[in-house]
C-alpha cells in the first residue's frame, strides 16, 4: 500500500508560467492555531498564451476561507481547488488582474518545519524548495520574481518582534493588544527567498559601512540571555561582507540584513533575502560551549548564506534543476572564503576529506545522480553534497581551467548579464565561454555525468633519452540511468619530483594540452611526454586535488614518502600521506579478517612522525596529516564485501602501531603545543589545539587505564579539549568509572544547553562496539532527548548510523532493523529529517552478504509500509531499484 509516490519531473518538460505574476501583498493575523493569510497577487497573461488558458497556482495542505477576483468572489463554477493544486477559469484576457486568497494555517501543528511553523514559541518560515505553497496558493517555483509587501499582525504581548524581508516600512500600535509592521523588499524574488519570523527576541545589532559608504544596519536575533553566543557569528558576517567586496566586487544591497537563530530546523541555515534564518547550531558560540569545528562552521555557514544574496538571490535559478547554480557556486565562495581567513591547505585537506567520506559514496551507490539532474521525484532529496560539494568542485575546475584572471572575467559578465533574473547552467558557463574565448562543451559533462571519474596513471622513465612518460586512462562508472558515458575534460595538476626533493622543470611536453602545472585530460587514454628530465622523477598527481577523481596509481611507500617530505604543494603532501595509510589499513583490514598478525608499514609510521614532529609545518596541517582514514574511507576503498569489524580492527592495530613508535614525540608535542595564553578561537591557536589533541589520541590509544584521559577531562578549560577528552574516555574505555564519571558530569553542567547535550548524544552513539545500539536505544528515553527536535535525533539517531560503522552494522541486522523503525516514526511528522537520516543506508550494497541482506531486509520493511511520505519513498525505492 502506497500513497504519496509523488510525480516525477524532467528538466525536458520546462516551459514558462502562462501568467506572469507583477506584485504580491500579503497581510498574516498570526495565531498559534489559526494563522490567517490573505495573499493579493497581481498577474497579467503573458504574450501569445491562449485565452482559455486558466491560472493554476500550487497547494500543500492548505485550507481555503475566501478567493476573489478583483475583490469579487469567484463562483464555484470558475475554480478548482484540490489537495495540491488551485485552477481558476475565465480570467482577463489582457488586463492585469488581482487575485485574493484568504487561507487558515495552523503553525502550531506543523510538524514537518516547512512553511509557516512554530519553535520555542517563536514563528517562523521556512519556504525552500516548495514551502511557500503550504501559506498560500502560489506559482511556488523560482522562475517566478515578484516584489512583496508584507503585513503582520500579532499580540503584541507575546509577539513584540514582527519581521520579513526587505525594508521595515513602519507599524503601530492597533489598540487591542495586538500591533502590526509592514516591510516592503524592492528585489523581485521567487517564492522561496520569502521569510516572516514573528516573537520575543533578544538581538545584537551592528552596522558595517559598504565600499559605496551606505551604511547598512546588521540584526542577529537570538532567545533572550544567549546574545553574548553571537558575537562571533556578527564578526564573521562582517568579514563576509567586506571579502565578497574584495574578491568578487559584490556589495549589499538593503538597508539592513538580519539573522535569527531557531532551534528547530531541518537544514543548516536559509538564506531568506535579508532575513537569514539559522539553525541555532550555526548561530552561538562561546568557549565554554563550542568546538574549534563550531566556529569554523558557523564562519563557513554564515558566510555561506551571506553570499547567497548575490548567488542565488540577485540571480536565481529557472527551476530546481539548477540547484548548483546556487548551491556549487556559493559551497565554492564559501570555501574560498575560509581559505583566506584560514590557512588555505590545511582548509583544502579538510574539503577533500569531507567531499571523498560523504559525496564520493553517495556517487558510488544507488542515490548517484547528476550535479544537474533531469529528474526528481521530491526535489527536497536533491540538498545533496553532489549538488552542492560536487557542485563546488566544478566551479573550482572552472577557476583551475580558466586561471584566475578569466574566471573572475567571467563571474563579472554572470553578475552583470543576468542580474535580477532566474537561469541555468547552460547561462553560468556560456559567461566563462565568453569570456576566456574557450569552448566548455566537453568540460560540461561534469554536470551531467553522475559517478566518480577514476583515472589510473602509470609513468615510466627512460635514463637514455631522458624522458618521462606518463600513461593515464579515465573511466567514468555507470551509475542508476546513465550506463555509458563520454570521456572528461579533466583538469590535472601535477609536478614531477626529482631524488632531492626538487621539481623537474621539462624542456617540452608533448601528449595533452598543459597550461602551468596543469595537464587537461580530454580522451579516454592519453600519453604525457615530458623531456629533458634529469634522472626518473615521482610524480605528484591532482595537486590541491585539482579534479575531483579517484587516482590509482602504482607508486611505492618510498616514492609517496618522498612527495610527502618535499612537494611545495602542501595539500599533496597529505595526499600521499593518507595514500600510504590508506594501503596499509586495507592490508590491515585483510590481515585482520583472515586472523593474521596486522603489520604497521614502517614508511606509514616514519612519515607520520616526521610530519608530525616537524616544526617548520603549522600545527593545523600536521594535525590533518596525523589523522587516519576513517573506517568509511577504508570502506570506500575496499569497494565491495565489506566487514566493518574487520575494518575496525585492523585500523585500531594500526593506530596502536603508530601510538607506540611516536610516544616521545606525542609527549613533546603535549608539552609545546599546550596554550599559552587564555582561550581563543582563532585559526592558530585551534591549529595548535588540534595537534595537541591528536599527540594525545594516539597516546591514549596506547594507555592500558583511562587516567590520562580522565585528567585531560579535568585539565579542559573549552570545548574543544573537554569533547575530545570525553570522546577518548567513552571510546577507548567504555566500562570505566571515570568514563561513567564523566559522562554524568558533562551532561549535569550542560543539561540546559541542547546544543552541547548533542555532543554529548553523538559522542556516546559513536562508542564502537555492538552494545551501542542498546545505549542509543536508552538514551531516546532520556527526559533531554526530545524526537521532534531535528538536531537531537541527528546528533543522537543520525549520528549513530552515519558515523558508528561497528556499531550500526552489527552482524545481527539489529542496528538496520532499528533505523527502519525509527524512519518510519519520524517519517510521518517531518518526511524531511526521515528521509535525510535513511541516506545513512546508501553504502548497503558495498556490505557482505550476511550484513546486505539484512539490510535489503530492513529497507524492504520501510518500502512496503503504508502512507510513506514523497520524500521516504523516493529514497527508499532507488536505494532498492
Ligand atoms: N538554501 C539553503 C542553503 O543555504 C538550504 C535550504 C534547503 N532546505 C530544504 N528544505 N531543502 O544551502
Ligand atoms: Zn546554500
Not at 531541518?266 to 562561546?286: H, I, Q, T
Not at 573511466?475 to 614531477?496: F, N
Not at 587537461?520 to 598527481?541: A, D, M, N, Y
Not at 524526537?787 to 552489527?810: D, E, K, M, W
Request: charged share 25%; aromatic share 8%.
Amino acid at each position: 500500500m502506497r500513497t504519496n509516490t509523488g510525480q516525477t519531473i524532467h528538466l525536458e518538460d520546462y516551459r514558462p508560467t502562462d501568467f506572469v505574476l507583477e506584485r504580491v501583498d500579503l497581510t498574516f493575523e498570526l495565531d498559534p492555531k489559526e494563522t490567517k493569510v490573505e495573499a493579493r497577487l497581481i498577474f497579467h497573461r503573458r504574450e501569445g498564451v491562449s485565452p482559455a488558458a486558466p491560472l493554476v497556482l500550487d497547494g500543500d495542505e492548505l485550507r481555503m476561507t475566501g478567493l476573489l477576483l478583483d475583490q469579487v468572489e469567484i463562483p464555484p463554477t470558475h475554480f478548482d481547488a484540490t489537495d495540491d493544486t488551485l485552477t481558476i477559469r475565465g480570467l482577463p484576457e489582457t488586463a492585469p488582474f488581482e487575485i485574493t486568497i484568504t487561507t487558515l494555517l495552523s503553525p502550531e501543528t506543523n510538524t514537518k518545519l516547512m512553511g509557516l511553523y512554530r519553535t520555542n514559541n517563536v514563528y517562523c518560515t521556512q519556504c525552500e524548495a516548495e514551502g511557500f505553497r503550504r501559506i498560500t496558493y502560489f506559482p511556488d517555483r523560482p522562475d517566478v520574481l515578484a516584489v512583496y509587501t508584507v503585513n503582520i499582525i500579532a499580540d503584541k504581548a507575546t509577539t513584540p518582534l514582527l519581521l520579513s524581508n526587505g525594508n521595515h516600512l513602519g507599524g503601530a500600535d492597533m489598540g487591542d493588544g495586538r500591533h502590526f509592521a509592514a516591510w516592503f523588499d524592492p528585489h523581485p524574488k521567487p517564492s522561496y527567498l520569502f521569510a516572516l519570523v514573528a516573537g520575543d527576541l533578544g538581538v545584537v545589532e551592528d552596522t558595517f559601512t559598504t565600499a559605496s559608504g551606505r551604511t547598512v544596519a546588521l540584526r542577529i536575533y537570538v532567545e533572550h540571555g544567549k546574545e553574548a553566543g553571537a558575537s562571533y557569528a556578527m564578526d564573521a558576517l562582517k568579514r563576509s561582507m567586506k571579502w565578497d567586496e574584495e574578491v568578487f566586487g559584490r556589495e549589499y544591497d538593503l538597508d539592513i540584513f538580519m539573522i535569527v537563530a531557531v532551534s528547530d530546523f531541518n537544514m543548516g541555515a536559509m538564506e531568506n533575502k535579508g532575513l537569514n534564518v539559522f539553525n541555532d547550531k550555526y548561530v552561538l558560540a562561546d568557549p565554554e560551549t563550542a568546538t574549534d569545528a563550531d566556529y569554523a562552521n558557523i564562519e563557513a555557514i554564515i558566510a555561506h548564506e551571506y553570499f547567497h544574496n548575490w548567488t542565488g538571490n540577485r540571480i536565481t535559478c529557472r527551476d530546481w534543476f539548477q540547484l548548483c547554480l546556487k548551491e556549487g557556486l556559493t559551497v565554492f565562495r564559501d570555501h574560498e572564503f575560509s581559505a583566506d581567513m584560514r590557512s588555505r591547505a590545511v582548509k583544502r585537506i579538510a574539503e577533500v576529506r569531507h567531499l571523498k567520506s560523504e559525496q564520493f559514496p553517495e556517487d558510488a551507490g544507488p542515490l548517484a545522480h547528476p550535479v544537474r539532474p533531469t529528474k526528481y521525484r521530491e526535489i527536497n532529496n536533491f540538498y545533496t553534497t553532489t549538488v552542492y560539494e560536487k557542485g563546488s568542485e566544478v566551479t573550482r575546475m572552472i577557476a583551475t581551467i580558466l586561471g584566475r584572471d578569466l574566471f573572475k572575467k567571467g563571474m563579472d559578465l554572470y553578475f552583470d548579464r543576468h542580474d535580477g533574473q532566474a537561469v541555468t547552467i547552460e547561462d553560468f558557463v556560456a559567461c566563462f565561454e565568453d569570456a576566456s574565448g574557450r569552448n566548455l562543451k566537453q568540460f560540461s559533462l561534469w554536470y551531467h555525468q553522475a559517478g566518480t571519474p577514476l583515472v589510473t596513471a602509470s609513468g615510466s622513465y627512460d635514463a637514455d633519452k631522458q624522458t618521462f612518460s606518463l600513461s593515464l586512462e579515465q573511466t567514468v562508472p555507470p551509475t542508476p540511468g546513465q550506463s555509458t558515458k563520454e570521456p572528461m575534460h579533466i583538469p590535472l595538476r601535477l609536478g614531477l619530483l626529482l631524488e632531492d626533493g626538487s621539481e623537474a622543470k621539462a624542456a617540452s611536453v608533448s601528449g595533452a594540452d598543459i597550461t602551468e602545472d596543469v595537464i587537461h585530460l580530454t580522451k579516454r587514454k592519453q600519453t604525457v611526454l615530458f623531456s629533458g628530465i634529469p634522472s626518473r622523477p615521482v610524480p605528484s598527481l591532482n595537486r590541491g586535488f585539482s579534479a575531483p577523481i579517484n587516482l590509482h596509481i602504482e607508486q611505492s611507500p618510498g616514492d609517496r614518502a618522498l612527495i610527502a617530505r618535499h612537494e611545495i604543494d602542501l595539500f599533496a603532501r597529505w595526499q600521499a600521506l593518507n595514500a600510504i595509510a590508506l594501503d596499509n589499513l586495507v592490508a590491515a583490514t585483510t590481515q585482520a579478517r583472515n586472523g593474521q598478525p596486522v603489520v604497521c608499514d614502517n614508511a606509514l609510521v616514519a612519515g607520520l612522525i616526521a610530519a608530525a614532529a616537524d616544526d617548520r609545518l603549522e600545527p593545523a596541517f600536521r594535525s590533518q596529516a596525523l589523522t587516519l582514514p576513517s573506517e568509511s574511507d577504508i570502506a570506500r576503498e575496499i569497494g565491495s564485501d565489506n566487514d566493518p569489524d574487520a575494518i575496525h580492527t585492523g585500523r585500531q592495530q594500526i593506530l596502536a602501531g603508530v601510538a607506540a613508535a611516536g610516544r616521545d614525540t606525542f609527549n613533546r608535542l603535549m608539552d609545546d603545543m599546550a596554550a599559552p595564553g587564555p582561550f581563543s578561537p582563532d585559526a592558530t591557536s585551534a591549529g595548535r589545539r588540534a595537534l595537541r589533541n591528536s599527540a594525545l589520541s594516539f597516546l591514549v590509544y596506547g594507555d592500558k587505564g583511562p587516567e590520562r584521559a580522565a585528567e585531560a577531562f579535568r585539565a579542559a578549560n573549552n570545548m574543544t579539549d573537554l569533547s575530545i577528552a570525553l570522546t577518548l574516555l567513552a571510546h577507548r574505555f567504555p566500562d570505566a568509572k571515570e568514563t561513567a564519571e564523566a559522562l554524568a558530569h558533562f551532561k549535569q553542567r550542560f543539561a540546559d544547553n541542547a546544543l552541547v547535550i548533542d555532543k554529548w548524544f553523538a559522542i556516546q552513539a559513536t562508542v564502537p562496539g555492538p552494545r551501542t545500539l542498546d545505549r542509543v536505544k536508552t538514551l531516546m528515553s532520556d527526559p533531554l532527548f526530545n524526537g521532534n527536535n531535528p538536531n537531537r535525533v541527528r546528533s543522537l539517531v543520525g549520528t549513530f548510523a552515519f558515523s558508528n560503522p561497528t556499531g550500526f552494522n552489527r552482524a545481527d541486522g539489529e542496528g538496520y532493523r532499528f533505523l527502519a523503525r525509527q524512519i518510519l516514526d519520524i517519517d510521518p511528522r517531518n518526511p524531511q529529517l526521515a528521509a535525510r537520516i535513511l541516506t545513512s543506508m546508501r553504502s548497503w550494497r558495498s556490505l557482505e552478504k550476511v550484513r546486505s541482506d539484512h539490510a535489503r531486509n530492513a529497507l524492504a520493511e520501510i518500502a512496503g509500509a503504508a502512507n510513506l511520505s514523497a520524500d521516504v519513498s523516493d529514497i527508499v525505492d532507488r536505494m532498492l531499484e
